[in-house]
């Protein structure tokens, strides 16, 4: 079996970092770099687990600019980014290229939208992709050549998630995905859904409909309290599914390539950050 490619949410491995981290781990200025620190162990973690052929760090805009046009309350709660962390932001891409990893934006578009386009082409080309990060928004990619690693709180490492493990979370295929967060909405992107439809009523119309189209059409055969919000929702909720459909990106496969330790001890000790120089050297 060939060897995955690894796709990192990198704006979420930073913020996990950054948070679950302590602020007294600083470099050589004097800053925190909890956030570094964190995001490139669990990208080793995962790199010596599953062994991928090359890593893809992956960031974007806090809000696709698609987005925020059709519903301006996407991300509109999520605060400002602390400046600690905004300092560890700047330099992460260097860190991550010195280790030989790709490291990709977009200007309009989020780390998701990536993260799901590389899957998709590494699909095409009869690879397999894993996409490492904590939004299950992604569940909507897991197929037989594409698995989630779920990062969750208070555990080393991420859980795999794959068609299978979708359907015993939310009852769906990964393919409902974005119709099962139009109707049962999700608090993290601001969006708040179909009033009074929660994840099981969500999961029993998509199992019974098979997608959001298909509902609204049948609304009138549903209980009042749904029929009401399918039908006085019905414009809505397709925008809520289009925001949380992924976007595809035109991308380059990109080729194999190895984490040279060697190149990213050294940037990790000109951050100060040499106890994981250390480990990228095999010294602890």
Not at 79 to 87: R, S
Not at 107 to 115: Q, S, T, V
Request: aromatic share 6%; hydrophobic share 40%.
């Amino acid at each position: 079996m060939s060897a995955p490619l690894l796709l990192c949410d990198t704006p979420g491995l930073l913020y996990r970092g950054f948070f679950a981290l302590p602020d007294s781990i600083k470099g050589a200025e004097g800053r925190p770099v909890n956030a570094l620190v964190g995001s490139v162990n669990m990208t080793l973690w995962c790199i010596e687990k599953y062994q991928p052929r090359a890593v893809v760090m992956c960031f974007g805009q806090e809000s696709a600019s698609y987005r925020v046009e059709a519903y301006p309350d996407y991300h509109a709660a999520r605060p400002e980014m602390p400046e600690d962390l905004a300092w560890q932001w700047e330099r992460a891409p260097a860190l991550y290229e010195a280790l030989g990893w790709t490291v990709l934006g977009h200007d309009d578009l989020e780390a998701d939208d990536l993260m799901g386009s590389f899957a998709a082409l590494e699909t095409e080309h009869g690879g397999r992709s894993l996409i490492l990060t904590a939004d299950r928004d992604m569940f909507q990619c897991a197929n037989d050549s594409v698995t989630i690693l779920l990062q969750k709180a208070r555990q080393q490492g991420p859980d795999e998630v794959g068609p299978e493990q979708v359907r015993e979370i939310y009852g769906i295929d990964p393919s409902q995905v974005p119709d099962f967060i139009a109707l049962r909405g999700d608090p993290s992107d601001g969006l708040p859904g179909a009033k009074g439809i929660g994840a099981k009523t969500a999961a029993d119309i998509l199992q019974r409909k098979g997608d959001l189209e298909h509902a609204i059409l049948g609304a009138i055969r549903e209980k009042p309290a749904v029929r009401k919000s399918l039908i006085e929702q019905a414009a809505e909720l397709r925008m809520f599914r289009d925001i949380a459909t992924l976007r595809s990106v035109p991308l380059e496969r990109p080729a194999d390539r190895g984490t040279d330790g060697e190149a990213g001890a050294a940037a990790a000790e000109a951050l100060g950050m040499n106890r994981l120089a250390r480990r990228l050297r095999g010294e602890s």
